[in-house]
């Protein structure tokens, strides 16, 4: 059971695209601020009412992200 989602942000043609190696989320954005704000708002998103432990994560995983 892992306590952490990690993402990495990489620089697209036009957009900064955010990838999580745990979970199936990708976004984008115009900015780094912009594309760390949908990140955040994809995750949650994609993990509420989820069972956590299905997906190898414990409650109220923290969010890494590098670039």
Known sequence: MRNNIQAYIYKGEKYYVAECNNISVVTQGKTLDETIANLKEAVNLYIEGEDL?????????KLLIFS
Request: hydrophobic fraction near 45%.
């Open 53 to 61: 432990a299905e997906l190898g994560l414990l409650e109220s995983p």
